[in-house]
């Protein structure tokens, strides 16, 4: 007597294993570093105001007289869309890295160590704001005089800040880092091999 095949074996997903501290805290730390992305781009409006206030005055009687504003423009632009990117991509991904997903949370350590080395060098030459002090003279702009006259419009908290949000930005993205390669992190970004659930007893029949 020929059986029938036997029933399919259902396949039970397993669950993931709870979310480690190291992970929630990394999750959250990438939240703050979102925050304070937008925070250091508030903290340059003064600078940029300056800016907006001291270019067209320096290259007044230039050959970049007409463009000197719309560069400055799409420069400042420019650096806004960068921070708004950083900011919203920080927020993405610890929110996948709290769901425990592994390949955000590789793009992790690679967003967070290149704000390691931006934010970084940025303490290290005094925060965010422009510097034009040993370039060359060009256009008949002299890079000292615009230097001078950029400090001089921008107010006197702007480059302490700076440098406090660089440095404070530097350490967390460290943190991150460091706390999603922990082995306390790896389980819980490691897939979970599904197992082979209860199935009904294979049918058995007489024999003649």
């Known amino acids: 007597?020929?059986?029938?095949?036997?029933p399919p074996v259902a396949v039970v997903e397993p669950e993931r294993p709870p979310r480690p501290a190291v992970v929630t805290?990394?999750?959250f730390l990438l939240y703050l570093l979102a925050a304070l992305q937008?925070?250091?781009l508030l903290v340059s409006i003064p600078t940029y105001q300056a800016m907006g206030d001291v270019?067209?005055?320096v290259y007044k009687g230039t050959p970049m007289e007409d463009s000197a504003g719309a560069i400055m423009g799409v420069a400042i632009g420019f650096g806004a869309l960068i921070v708004v990117i950083f900011a919203a991509g920080f927020i993405t991904l610890g929110i996948l890295d709290l769901k425990g997903k592994q390949p955000a949370r590789i793009i992790t350590w690679v967003m967070a160590g290149l704000l390691l080395c931006c934010a970084g060098a940025g303490a290290a030459t005094g925060g965010s704001?422009?510097?034009f002090s040993g370039q060359s003279t060009s256009n008949g702009v002299d890079p000292e005089e615009l230097q001078r006259?950029?400090?001089a419009?921008?107010?006197g908290w702007v480059q302490p800040v700076?440098?406090?949000l660089s440095a404070l930005q530097a350490l967390i993205a460290l943190a991150v880092v460091i706390l999603l390669a922990l082995p306390a992190a790896n389980a819980y970004f490691r897939k979970p091999a599904p197992n082979a659930g209860w199935a009904p007893p294979y049918p058995t029949y007489p024999t003649t």
């Open 1 to 6: 007597m020929t059986l029938p095949p036997p």
């Open 162 to 164: 700076s440098i406090s």
């Open 38 to 40: 937008v925070i250091g």
């Open 55 to 57: 270019f067209p005055e």
């Open 25 to 27: 805290t990394a999750g």
């Open 153 to 155: 419009a921008t107010p």
């Open 129 to 131: 704001g422009m510097s």
């Open 149 to 151: 006259r950029l400090e």
